[in-house]
């Protein structure tokens, strides 16, 4: 370990080992480390012996739902957006190549207390029972306007400045109800409160663009993909990719401390009583103490069903989505479903997840409305994970820290916490534009 690195990075969170992979493809020597024995950091996907010792410490795993190695819960569930900026990356770097995939079934939302199918496009929006049939015609109206829309061609636009009109003002120029405007922001543009509706519509619009174009990439009825075996797949991909570009792992580091010298920056890594150098240091909140605050909680809850999601068609994966207004909170909520038919857990079994941001003192009581839409739950595991940002942005003590994981089911601003450290790190952009728009597709079933 007594050897000096380009960079070392602590913690195989899917955000450190996308750092990895890229960093490693542009030839830096890098050395990966993790406390725990082994990936995903607070991204992992945990068999059903670790998370019953994580949730339970002292009971043996029950032995009704079968082997504990066909089980992988993932702590931070997310789908990926099939246009979305995780699946370019994954092209990008050719890690798709490790990985198999599954389209998601369906996406959903809740109106006064009912889900209803999220209607994506001017076809959905005439046979969707979420509207009235003149409002179906309006909302079509938008949904011509958002596929024709290109942001580079300005006759698209149709004498709309984005830029100037919020997203309120533009729904109201197509005369859009209150629900049509809850569901088209929350379920296509996924905003999580409703700031955005006072805001430039232009990141408004391109959102639900990345959802039509995403549910057009691989013809499978859904924006959404989700790996086979959990997400725990994306991280070990990634970690491949720095491996073969001679990227070194070490894992079960528990004393694994960032080195500072007498100026505070850091300048390498101590275990286990050696000292690895480095030219600056990357890792996850949870290795730099003092360097970070916090700006909200998660609550996630983690059960396990012997049945489908109930309304949603029979469906083995689902994303459901609970509107802020529709339960009275500030921030929407969220339900995650999969099945053994992603290899997550024993057959015959499903697993479902809700998760919303902490507004009160009593999380567990938030998701209520979200568990009320499982059924019966055969098991249910809850937790609270603090979101953590960093204080500096790197460049001065050579730290370079990545925030924490939101509430939301999808991968975007994760993605873009790593494009924009890799370029505080390395001074450049990422060029994500496809090498073969279908690559993807091969191993998406």
């Known amino acids: ?22 960093l490693s493809v542009d030839g830096m020597k890098i050395l990966h480390m993790d406390r725990n ?3 995903g950091g607070e991204s992992a996907s945990l068999n059903l012996k670790q998370l019953w010792a994580r949730f339970r410490p002292g009971e043996e795993e029950p032995t009704q739902y079968g082997r504990w190695q066909d089980w992988n819960f993932d702590m931070v569930p997310k789908f990926m957006m099939g246009n979305g900026l995780l699946v370019r990356l994954l092209v990008h770097t050719n890690v798709h190549n490790y990985i198999q995939f599954k389209a998601v079934d369906g996406s959903y939302v809740v109106k006064a207390g009912k889900t209803y199918k999220v209607p994506a496009n001017d076809i959905d929006a005439l046979k969707s029972s979420l509207m009235g049939i003149f409002e179906k015609r309006r909302a079509r109206s938008f949904f011509i306007f958002v596929q024709d829309y290109e942001e580079s061609d300005p006759k698209t636009h149709k004498g709309y400045n984005l830029d100037a009109l919020t997203s309120r003002e533009l729904y109201a120029k197509f005369g859009l109800e209150a629900n049509t405007m809850d569901f088209i922001g929350h379920s296509l543009a996924l905003q999580s409160d409703e ?3 006072d805001r430039p519509a232009r990141p408004m619009i391109n959102a639900v663009k990345l959802y039509s174009e995403s549910l057009a990439r691989f013809d499978t009825g859904s924006p959404y993909i989700y790996p086979l075996y959990g997400l725990g797949e994306l991280p070990q991909g990634f970690a491949r990719l720095s491996a073969v570009y001679g990227g070194t792992y070490m894992l079960a580091k528990p004393d694994a401390a ?10 390498g890594v101590s275990s286990e009583g050696e000292t690895a150098k480095a030219k600056f240091v990357i890792g996850d909140p949870s290795y730099f103490p003092g360097k970070c605050r916090r700006v909200g909680q998660v609550v996630r809850a983690l059960c396990i069903l012997s049945h489908p999601i109930p309304n949603c068609g029979e469906s083995h994966s ?3 989505i609970l509107p802020q207004k529709q ?3 500030q921030t929407d909520m969220y339900v995650f ?5 992603h290899n997550v857990c024993a057959k015959g079994k499903y697993l479902a997840f809700v998760s919303t941001t902490v507004e009160t003192a009593n999380p567990h009581l938030e998701i209520e409305p979200g568990l009320r839409l499982l059924g019966h739950i055969d098991e249910k595991f809850v937790h609270v994970s603090d979101i953590m940002v960093p204080i500096g942005d790197g460049k001065e003590d050579a730290a370079f820290i990545s925030c924490g994981y939101d509430a939301t089911t999808h991968f975007e601003t994760t993605v873009r916490d790593v494009l924009d450290m890799y370029k505080r790190i390395t001074g450049k952009d990422l060029d994500l534009s ?12």
């Open 1 to 22: 370990m007594d050897q000096e690195y380009d960079a070392i990075i602590l913690g195989t969170g899917l955000k450190e080992c996308l750092l990895a992979g890229l």
């Open 37 to 39: 024995s082994y990936y």
């Open 195 to 197: 700031a955005y509706l």
């Open 258 to 267: 960032v080195v500072y010298n007498d100026a505070g920056k850091a300048v």
């Open 318 to 320: 689902v994303q459901i």
């Open 327 to 329: 339960t009275g909170r």
């Open 337 to 341: 479903g999969c099945s053994w038919a």
């Open 434 to 445: 496809d090498k073969d728009p279908n690559a993807a597709a091969a191993t998406t079933e």
